[in-house]
């Protein structure tokens, strides 16, 4: 089946500092990736699209300048949490689209960023 | 806005089946009905999809209404490992970038 990475799993960085999460469709090419964001006991909120050689389509509320997105093969995206802040600890998932199945996401296993 | 809703949680015992229920009366005619589910800390796993017609897959089957104002997704012999928040999500497969907008889901527990 079709296989998402995401590096690292978890992360704890200083206020202030920067943070870049990996994410990698291994077994197949993803044009698309979306980035999800998960605070405790709430649902997944999606924040962009990530799409391969173009500009991420952020979503209303999202700061694109915070929450760099790069996409710059077809088997990987980053997410760059810029200056981070306390409140940016989440936990943040991607996902691929599967082009061969109907456009099926699939799923990284989640990068959990603290921040003190 | 999730089009969505499901109660918030349920259990059932180990074996027995599970029927998760779902309900999206504004589904349109080109919106397919979809389940994730979500192990504590994990990523989202795909479960199953289906237009009008009931599917079946090795994890799940998916019962739709013939108005498709409702759905159940029944785990037919669940286990411990199937304890988890699933999902129950509408949206068009036209276009690869087609969202996926997440509601609250509902928390099945199963237990022992």
């Known amino acids: 089946g079709a296989v998402v990475s995401q590096h690292p799993s978890r992360v704890i960085c200083k206020s202030g500092t920067s943070v870049k999460i990996e994410c990698r469709s291994l077994?197949?090419?993803?044009?698309?990736m979306f980035w999800y964001r998960q605070f405790p006991k709430q649902s997944l909120m999606l924040m962009a699209t990530?799409?391969?050689?173009?500009?991420?389509?952020?979503e209303q509320g999202v700061e694109k300048d915070k929450f760099l997105i790069n996409h710059a093969s077809l088997t990987l995206s980053t997410l760059t949490v810029t200056s981070a802040h306390p409140e940016d600890s989440s936990f943040y998932i991607c996902?691929?689209?599967?082009?061969?199945?109907?456009?099926?996401?699939?799923f990284g296993p989640g990068t959990r960023l603290t921040v003190t | 806005d999730a089009k969505t809703t499901q109660p918030p949680s349920m259990d059932c015992a180990e074996g027995r089946a599970a029927n998760l229920p779902c309900n999206h009366s504004?589904?349109?005619?080109?919106?397919?009905v979809y389940w994730y589910r979500q192990i504590h800390s994990q990523g989202p796993q795909y479960i199953i999809h289906?237009?009008?017609n009931n599917e079946t897959n090795e994890m799940a089957s998916l019962i739709i209404t013939e108005d498709r104002k409702s759905s159940t997704l029944i785990l037919p012999h669940a286990t411990l490992r199937d304890t988890a928040v699933y999902y129950c999500?509408?949206?068009?497969?036209?276009?690869?970038?087609?969202?996926?907008?997440f509601g609250k889901g509902i928390t099945l527990s199963v237990r022992p």
């Open positions: 077994d197949f090419q993803a044009t698309t």
């Open positions: 289906g237009l009008k």
């Open positions: 996902s691929a689209l599967y082009p061969l199945k109907s456009y099926e996401q699939y």
């Open positions: 990530s799409n391969e050689g173009s500009k991420a389509t952020y």
């Open positions: 999500i509408v949206r068009p497969n036209t276009g690869a970038n087609s969202k996926l907008t």
């Open positions: 504004t589904i349109s005619g080109n919106e397919y």
